[in-house]
């Protein structure tokens, strides 16, 4: 079946540090990818997401490229604030199960230090 | 804007008892979802519901039920709960649309005991 993998669990960086969090995938076909973000106390929300092979996602000064050679779609910030302190998840929608179900992956949870 | 509130937004519950978390959408989506979040595994599905009076098994079902009455409300039921389903729950909705964006509700905390 369908899934995610974030090799991340838990990052810590400074502020202005350059972030990447891991993501790959394996699924038939080409699967949307999303980058959820969930704020301490609140549900996760889209970050951005992308469908086809070298489309790029961003949002709020965070991107990702959609990879089919490597089945990747890594988490990228040049710049890294406090307010960006949250739990990150990425996702796709299954192709395994219909298409209107999401497998997320674990999650990393990213902690900056100002 | 998108709106999904859940209820109770947090519970104590005693092993063996049985517990009703609650969801409300005023998106007019079609499609919603409970999902429960642990550390270290994520966010993983539980039920889903495509319509009203039906609801589908998600990826690990086991010890849950799932009711939805209504487009608007979907409720998942532990009928004997357990130290193991000590979680946090979210609820989600969907639309038709094909962005495939998920709106999440702020959670329900639950404590088994």
């Known amino acids: 079946g369908d899934s995610v993998t974030q090799t991340e669990g838990q990052v810590a960086l400074s502020e202005e540090d350059f972030l990447t969090i891991h993501c790959n995938y394996s699924?038939?076909?080409?699967?949307?990818l999303f980058w959820y973000v969930q704020y301490p106390g609140e549900g996760p929300q889209l970050l951005f997401r992308?469908?086809?092979?070298?489309e790029k996602g961003s949002s709020r000064g965070f991107e990702a490229t959609y990879d089919k050679g490597t089945t990747s779609f890594h988490l990228r910030k040049a710049s890294v604030q406090e307010s960006d302190s949250a739990v990150y998840y990425c996702?796709?929608?299954?192709?395994?199960?219909?298409?209107?179900?999401?497998?997320f992956g674990k999650g990393t949870s990213l902690t900056v230090i100002p | 804007e998108a709106a999904v509130t859940q209820s109770p937004r947090s519970k104590v519950a005693v092993t063996g008892g049985k517990v009703t978390l609650s969801c409300h959408q005023t998106?007019?989506?079609?499609?919603m979802y409970w999902y429960r979040q642990d550390t270290g595994h994520g966010l993983r599905l539980i039920h889903y519901?495509?319509?009203?009076?039906?609801?589908e098994k998600g990826d690990i079902p086991d010890g849950y039920k799932a009711s939805r009455p209504s487009q608007e409300n979907f409720s998942l039921i532990l009928e004997l709960a357990s130290l193991s389903q000590t979680a946090v729950y979210f609820c989600?909705?969907?639309?038709?649309?094909?962005?495939?964006?998920?709106?999440f509700g702020e959670g329900s905390k639950l404590t088994v005991l």
């Open positions: 998106n007019n989506h079609d499609y």
């Open positions: 699924a038939s076909g080409y699967p949307t």
């Open positions: 992308a469908s086809r092979d070298k």
């Open positions: 519901s495509y319509v009203a009076d039906s609801t």
């Open positions: 989600a909705s969907k639309g038709q649309t094909n962005t495939g964006q998920l709106y």
């Open positions: 996702a796709l929608r299954r192709t395994d199960t219909g298409y209107q179900n999401f497998y």
